[in-house]
């Protein structure tokens, strides 16, 4: 049974603190001997792993648009056609995450700007598994072709057969994914940094993974970019008498069935709430389907914290800078307010995470483990860069020559100044 602790309990504060445990070093060095192995033996590397770690011989490592437009044919249309509101809706949300360039005119004739460019080239990492999520794929790459990727490359893990399950193909063909490539775990995350025979160099991977896949990305990043290093799925409710126990149940469960290190953490000033929410976990538990998964997480890292007031709840949750926050709340809007740390906020007792999570339009690709102080939602700036751009006319750099020039020889950097120097000289010595 879930956990029932004051908030002055020791395990309270251990709880907060093992968020951001270090890598397994046994993960850390297999890893690097797998990206090792791919960049020197590219897709017979690949095709390696594939075998040992999914059973999967296909030789052929790139997927046709025949075997994707097969998986799309295949499904239910109603169920196509939620895949494509989904898709609208994350569009729609996204669109108003773009932004243009700017151009600043000073006097002299002075321009200063910057410019917006969608990085070229993106590779998406989507999980296989115990699950399928066709949501993280239109989660990933809508805004990426909102933002004006030109290619994106999709790996992801096959299944014994070499096939991918069709709910990813059939999202990929809606969100507008350009290839795909039947490879996964911390070889994909390779392969994709490195270029392989079947699999394009990208220029930034994006997309959640376990901890193989997440120690690949934290080991690649500088030789391509990274959105985030994603641990496992997170969610934190603040509720107070006004909530429902069976609803905060549902929702704590909803997380807990992702895998079993995810986090189920309620925080409540209301005794009623929390013995209540924790009798009505057991109730649901044992209709699950993936029961013994949502059992291992609740009762290993579930959480129920009671608190005096809320306001010590709204200290504790920035302290734990939750990846989902549930206010659970008579006053939801208001209590926003309160909230410095989180991925994404869900507002209000007809709000559960799994709106979020699949169909609203705000990312689901959000920092977890804490670092939701410091990392926001995957959005459109993720899948762009900038440029900035000056242009001083011959008199705008005679005018700032001399204190360009004494500032660079103030850092003991001759050369700076000379190139100063150089320009404005005839006119003058500096």
Do not use: W
């Amino acid at each position: 049974m879930i956990r029932i602790v004051g908030r002055n309990d020791p395990l309270v504060d251990a709880y907060i603190e093992a968020a951001a445990e270090a890598a397994d070093p046994a993960i850390r060095a297999a890893v690097e001997r797998i990206i090792a192995d791919v960049r020197k033996n590219g897709d017979r590397a690949v095709r390696a792993y594939n075998k040992k770690f999914d059973g999967c011989e296909n030789e052929r490592l790139t997927v046709s648009p025949a075997e994707i437009d097969r998986a799309y044919d295949s499904l239910d249309p109603g169920l196509i056609r939620v895949y494509a509101e989904a898709a609208e809706n994350i569009r729609f949300y996204h669109e108003r995450q773009k932004r243009a360039g700017f151009e600043l005119k000073k006097a002299g004739g002075i321009v200063l700007g910057q410019r917006i460019l969608a990085i070229s080239r993106v590779g998406l990492y989507i999980p296989g598994g115990t699950a399928s999520y066709p949501s993280s794929l239109l989660m990933n790459a809508v805004p990426a072709v909102v933002a004006g990727v030109r290619e994106l490359v999709l790996v992801s893990p096959p299944g014994r057969d070499g096939s991918l399950r069709p709910e990813i193909l059939a999202a990929a063909k809606i969100a507008g994914v350009t290839k795909i490539c039947r490879v996964g775990g911390a070889q994909a995350v390779a392969a994709l940094a490195y270029g392989t025979e079947s699999v394009p160099r990208v220029d930034k991977i994006v997309g959640p993974g376990n901890a193989y896949v997440a120690e690949a990305k934290r080991q690649v990043f500088g030789r391509v970019g990274i959105d985030m290093i994603a641990g496992p799925s997170e969610i934190l409710i603040l509720a107070d008498a006004s909530a429902n126990p069976d609803y905060l149940a549902a929702d704590m469960l909803s997380q807990a069935e992702h895998d079993r290190m995810a986090r189920s953490i309620l925080i409540t000033n209301d005794r009623g709430i929390a013995q209540k929410t924790a009798q009505k976990i057991e109730e649901r538990l044992k209709a699950l389907p993936r029961a013994d998964i949502a059992r291992e997480s609740v009762d290993g890292r579930g959480l129920v914290i009671l608190v005096e007031d809320m306001a010590e709840a709204f200290v504790l949750c920035d302290r734990i800078a939750p990846e989902h926050l549930e206010l659970a709340t008579e006053a939801p809007f208001a209590d926003m307010e309160r909230v410095k740390n989180a991925g994404s906020i869900f507002l209000g007792h007809f709000t559960p995470e799994p709106l979020g999570d699949y169909y609203a339009g705000p990312n689901h690709t959000l920092p977890t483990s804490g670092t939701a102080r410091f990392f926001s939602p995957l959005g459109v700036d993720d899948f762009i860069k900038k440029n900035s751009y000056l242009y001083y006319p011959e008199q705008a750099l005679k005018d700032a020559a001399a204190s360009v020039a004494a500032f660079a020889d103030s850092e003991g950097l001759t050369a700076h100044g000379d190139s100063i120097r150089v320009r404005v000289a005839k006119n003058g010595d500096l």
